[in-house]
């Protein structure tokens, strides 16, 4: 379990890695600015041990001009990342934001439309404002319906194709996935 979580973040540090190197001609430190839930917000776990820690240390370790901010709240829902995200915009100015949302509509069982148009609006602010955009994928347990379940798997793909985006398709494949990580 941890092997597939370090690897996890390595990959999310390689991602930021070829997009930063994509403006490295750019002299001002770069932003990126995470806007996620409890699992970017390290909701359980001690200070400075969530990904977006792991993140920042290791773009910092390859450029020590890099700020990540993080922005997360346990319990966040993209509808209130959409909200909160233009201020965000303005305040941090960011290169990149990778956005860690959805999970919290599903849980709740809103509907996936919602979701799929907030999640697209924030997008679409984020790229308007010069951003790269990295969005991070959640599934659900099938105990909420294997159709629901399904609609929300897919939900990231068609957003990220839509809006022509990176993606991490499923956060915590290889963790919570596994068969003894549910007991």
């Known amino acids: 379990m941890q092997f597939n979580f370090k ?10 890695s ?12 770069p932003v990126v600015l995470v806007l996620g839930d409890s699992l970017s ?8 041990r969530g990904w977006v820690a792991l ?14 901010i993080n922005a997360s709240i346990s319990g966040e829902t993209t509808s209130g990342g959409r909200t909160r995200l233009p201020a965000l915009l303005k305040q941090h100015r960011p290169r990149f934001v990778v956005i860690e949302l959805g999970a919290n509509d599903a849980l709740r069982g809103l509907p996936l439309r919602s979701s799929k148009a907030n999640l697209s609006a924030m997008i679409s602010a984020s790229k308007a404002q010069g951003a790269q955009v990295v969005l991070v994928g959640m599934q659900m347990p099938p105990n909420y319906g294997k159709r629901y379940a399904d609609d929300f798997a897919r939900l990231f793909d068609e957003v990220a194709k839509a809006q022509r985006c990176a993606l991490v398709p499923f956060f915590l494949q290889g963790v919570a996935d596994r068969a003894d990580a549910r007991d």
């Open 7 to 16: 690897r996890r973040m390595l990959m999310l540090a390689g991602l930021g």
């Open 18 to 29: 070829c997009l930063w190197s994509a403006r490295a001609a750019v002299t001002d430190p």
């Open 55 to 68: 993140l920042t240390k290791q773009l910092r370790r390859e450029s020590a001009n890099a700020q990540v």
């Open 41 to 48: 917000a390290e909701y359980g776990l001690q200070r400075g």
